[in-house]
């Protein structure tokens, strides 16, 4: 059965969205990729879209979640929690649910299309391809994007063959703590940038982590800080300079799986970046290191001048009525909630009027930080192994 209180929270939640589109000027989504409730981003993307507080001009009108809706899903870990899910949907807010995209119905004429995939990197090629085929005007790509540059570049080509816009679910270039410590270190100058990134695993639980995140760090955990290099700092493999691990911060390893594979990874990493053209930027990310991301700013020394965090004190209103309206979720729902809803607010935006998205990431970006990813990988790792 399911547990009451998780049905509660469903209930509750669904009770203050949006009862019915505003206008035809709101943008109509189709969410692949739901996962579920708590547990999966695109259910958290779900619960945003709908929430009236959220004010994001879309309507959700599909959902399409091929596991949950097959047979060996529906009997699965969360697959009566999405069932639930999926009931009140359907009968307080219309949602139509399908198990495959090419099963959801041509976009209305005059109706803007958004895809939204939200699903397994390895999945997301034939997933993308297939929300092209139904008319789809723009598609929101959580990332990396892809398994690998080659099939970035080629989902790419096919977008601009279709004049498909597509965005990437980069949350941190729309983060204030960025933009912060951007316009800290520009009026400073002679300072040194370093973007630190932290996850909350217990050190008995990597070897889980890396078999899940099996496309390595650099893929996963650190890609959104590559992406600031790529976006700010004019990063990219052919830019490169020279890369250094710092080895008293940084730790590689290799772990035996749950399913037996051994895995390497980088358990923490710290790296700086130099181009050819003297930028210069450092990234950091530690798996165990807490569940905040940080811009600090030091002098040419390396003395901390000051650091900006998210989440920040401006944004602990957003994040507590995050938690109260939706307890029980993953922290980090909490934690990325303002960013995630800046970038729905920002593209939904851009799509009703024509316009570019502000500061969100194209998928352009993607593939030049994919690039980087996997040209930093080999060289890091033998810096430190």
């Known amino acids: 059965t399911i547990d009451c209180e998780l049905r509660l929270q469903i209930v509750m939640q669904i009770s203050t969205n949006k009862t019915s589109r505003k206008n035809m000027s709101e943008v109509s989504v189709v969410l692949v990729g739901c996962g579920a409730p708590l547990k999966s981003m695109g259910w958290y993307h779900a619960t945003q879209i709908l929430h009236e507080g959220c004010d994001i001009a ?96 080629t989902m790419r080509h096919n977008a601009n063959k279709l004049g498909v816009s597509v965005f990437m679910g980069f949350n941190k270039n729309v983060s204030k703590f960025v933009s912060k410590t951007r316009a800290y270190a520009k009026t400073h100058p002679g300072t040194d940038v370093t973007f630190l990134h932290n996850n909350n695993y217990e050190e008995s639980g990597l070897n889980e982590c890396f078999e899940r995140n099996s496309e390595g760090m650099l893929k996963n955990m650190a890609i959104h800080e590559i992406a ?65 991301s940080v811009g600090i700013v030091t002098d040419g020394e390396g003395k901390e001048l000051v650091r900006f965090t998210m989440p920040d004190d401006e944004d602990a209103l957003t994040i507590r009525n995050a938690e109260e309206r939706i307890a029980g979720a993953m922290p980090y729902f909490y934690v990325q909630s303002p960013d995630y809803q800046t970038l729905k607010q920002r593209v939904a935006k851009a799509i009703a009027n024509s316009e570019p998205a502000e500061g969100v990431a194209t998928l352009h970006t993607a593939v030049e930080t994919l690039k980087v990813a996997e040209y930093l990988t080999p060289i890091l790792m033998e810096q430190l192994m």
């Open 58 to 153: 879309a309507h959700l009108d599909f959902i399409v979640e091929p596991w949950f809706l097959s047979e060996a899903g529906r009997s699965s870990p969360g697959g009566a929690e999405f069932a639930e899910f999926k009931k009140e949907l359907e009968s307080t807010k219309g949602v139509k649910f399908f198990s495959r995209v090419e099963d959801v119905p041509p976009v209305e004429k005059e109706v803007k299309r958004l895809a939204i995939i939200s699903a397994r990197t390895s999945d997301n090629p034939s997933l993308f391809a297939s929300c092209l085929g139904i008319g789809c005007h723009a598609i929101f790509l959580e990332k990396p994007g892809a398994p690998s540059v080659s099939e970035l570049e």
């Open 228 to 292: 600031l290099a790529v976006t700010f700092y004019g990063v990219s493999v052919g830019e490169i300079a020279s890369v250094e691990a710092d080895k008293d911060f940084s730790r590689c390893m290799t772990l035996k799986g749950p399913s037996g594979s051994y895995f390497t990874d980088f358990s923490k990493l710290k790296f700086t970046i130099k181009t050819r053209d003297n930028g210069e930027v450092s990234i950091a990310a530690d798996r165990c290191g807490g569940d905040d």
